[in-house]
């Protein structure tokens, strides 16, 4: 059986010493959890946030990197810097990036590399517009996306990415997708992860839903077939909202 992931996304919230009373106040209430609990934060809590949680069971994850060493790149962070700080997770291609940054399928292969080439386990997100749903598209948007992600990774890096699956439209506008949808689409990424690595790979993959999960939402989503925990943002913002979901 796959364990569950739940990871916060707090995407630009948060400075380092808010960061620190969320966590005194969250870690104690998610410590007799069985789900593997990450919190993605702006980078320049991460220092911060690793030391604080040391000896607990809540990891750290970046929401972004580059996909290069070092260089002429300004206002960019790379693995190894991440890395060298002890995040052990890393958002890439999320819809807001791919959407206001403008990263394509190829960078967001580039970053899934580079992750694993720094010994950060990847959390990459895929996912349709309302209108690409619209036009019966999500299917082919998502599977292309994920076979894009994944491409030249082995089956073993394959078996430590975690796909989180947010169609947009349910991101931070309170409308979920109905966990049949959600655990449907997830099957159909599973499924092309089954064509090209095989069905052993595809088992062992953590696919997670994102999009307006809540506490009071995470418990019929997880009770599916193949949602395997969450990616959460807004509802992540609040120590006791959050605890509510890993406790689901
Ligand atoms: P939301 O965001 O939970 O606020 O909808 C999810 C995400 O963007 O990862």
Avoid at 50 to 64: E, M, P
Avoid at 98 to 127: H, M, Q, S, W
């Amino acid at each position: 059986m796959r364990k569950k992931v739940i990871a916060g996304n707090w995407k630009m919230n948060k400075n380092p010493e808010e960061a620190k009373k969320y966590l005194e106040e969250f870690i104690p209430l998610v410590k007799d959890t069985s789900a593997e609990v990450i919190l993605c934060a702006p980078y320049l809590d991460l220092k911060c946030m690793v030391k604080h949680t040391n000896g607990s069971n809540v990891k750290i994850g970046a929401q972004n990197m580059h996909w290069e060493e070092t260089g002429a790149y300004t206002g960019e962070i790379s693995g190894s810097m991440l890395k060298s700080i002890g995040v052990e997770y890393v958002i890439i291609g999320h819809s807001e990036r791919r959407g206001y940054f403008a990263e394509t399928d190829e960078t967001v292969n580039k970053k899934i590399k580079a992750a694993f080439a720094n010994e950060l386990k990847p959390i990459v997100c895929v996912g349709e517009t309302l209108e690409e749903r619209e036009q019966g598209k999500t299917k082919e948007v998502i599977t292309a996306q994920t076979r894009l992600a994944l491409e030249g990774l082995t089956n073993e890096q394959v078996e430590n990415t975690i796909i989180a699956y947010e169609p947009i439209w349910a991101i931070g506008t309170g409308k979920t997708a109905t966990s049949e949808d959600a655990n449907n689409s997830i099957k159909e990424i599973r499924d092309e992860i089954c064509k090209i690595y095989g069905q052993m790979t595809s088992e062992r993959v953590i696919i997670q839903y994102g999009g307006s999960v809540k506490p009071t939402n995470a418990k019929e989503l997880f009770n599916t077939s193949d949602i395997d925990g969450a990616l959460v943002g807004g509802a992540s913002l609040k120590p006791e909202d959050f605890a509510g979901i890993v406790n689901y």
